[in-house]
């Protein structure tokens, strides 16, 4: 075989093989525990938790409040340091280090002394001058989340669902590719949710960004998720890893099959479960 030939078949067998093609994940989680002291008190929040956001993946967390899943995205986001554990994206270490994620907190944050519009460019001006045409792609989508004529309010002139829907504009349109969602649509109606649900689910599989998504609604996170991780109550670990089996792109039809109410049901019960023994 001539060096030549013998070059090309190990071309072809590198590129062939499976791992040249898979990228490391968008997000591992590995071994991650924290405790909290305040006043002599430990509290033990997360206890050994690893979980994966693969490229383009949507990943959900549920589990009982105090379970520690802000805690975790404050971890993810290098504003708080784990006890134990590493953090990586994209194959590198990043743990304790800021501005590597698009984060929408639990409460909208958004700063009052900027308008509606500027708040939603906040992120893109942090990076760096904003891209031509930043402004008008920002206001094209203040009018698809029903805040046209907001433009140039304040955040306390708006309501508290219409603060939550800029402050998730604001993440969306930041330049980072993993996005990390704590509860987005927990101030909203149920049916400025369930169109915020189907908005969200559209643009996703339009746009496929890494996304790890905390919420408490169940349908939503079968309705949104590759994957569910379903957490304990206090100290936090992952109870079930949940494949969510529906092709895309999904339709809200999907919410009516009897495979979807199966999972439904077995999340529900889970949930139910770890409720109780944390009200004990
Ligand atoms: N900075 C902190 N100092 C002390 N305790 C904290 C701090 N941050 C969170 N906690 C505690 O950690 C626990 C988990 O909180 P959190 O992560 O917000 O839970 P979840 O988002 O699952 O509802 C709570 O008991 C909370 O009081
Ligand atoms: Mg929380």
């Not at 939603?120 to 698809?144: S, T």
């Not at 304040?154 to 980072?176: D, E, K, N, V």
């Not at 999340?267 to 409720?275: G, T």
Request: net charge neutral.
């Amino acid at each position: 075989m001539s060096q030549a030939t013998q070059i090309e078949q190990r071309t072809t067998e590198i590129i062939s093989s499976p791992e040249a093609h898979t990228a490391p994940p968008a997000l591992e989680v590995s071994g991650i525990s924290k405790s909290f002291t305040h006043r002599r008190r430990e509290t033990n929040v997360l206890n050994n938790v690893s979980l994966k956001v693969e490229q383009q993946e949507f990943v959900s967390i549920v589990g009982p409040s105090g379970c520690g899943k802000s805690t975790l995205f404050h971890m993810i986001g290098g504003l708080v340091k784990p006890d134990a554990g590493t953090i990586r994206m994209n194959g590198k270490i990043v743990t304790g280090q800021r501005g590597e994620i698009s984060y929408m907190p639990q409460q909208p944050a958004l700063f009052p002394w900027r308008t509606i519009e500027d708040n939603v460019l906040l992120a893109g001006e942090i990076k760096g001058a904003l891209q031509d045409g930043a402004r008008e792609e920002a206001r094209q989508w203040l009018a698809k989340v029903g805040l046209n004529g907001f433009e140039q309010a304040y955040p306390h002139m708006l309501s508290g669902g219409m603060q939550q829907r800029a402050a998730f504009l604001r993440a969306l349109l930041a330049p980072q590719e993993l996005m990390l969602l704590d509860e987005p649509f927990s101030a909203l109606d149920a049916l400025t949710r369930s169109e915020m649900q189907r908005w969200l689910l559209e643009l996703w599989e339009e746009n496929r960004r890494s996304v790890l998504f905390i919420t408490h609604n169940i349908e939503e996170a079968l309705l949104l998720s590759n994957r569910i991780y379903v957490f304990s109550g206090r100290p936090g670990s992952i109870l079930h890893t949940v494949d969510v089996p529906f092709p895309r792109p999904r339709r809200d039809e999907i919410t009516d099959s009897p495979e979807f109410l199966k999972l439904k049901r077995q999340l529900s019960q889970w949930m139910r479960e770890e409720q109780a023994k944390s009200e004990k």
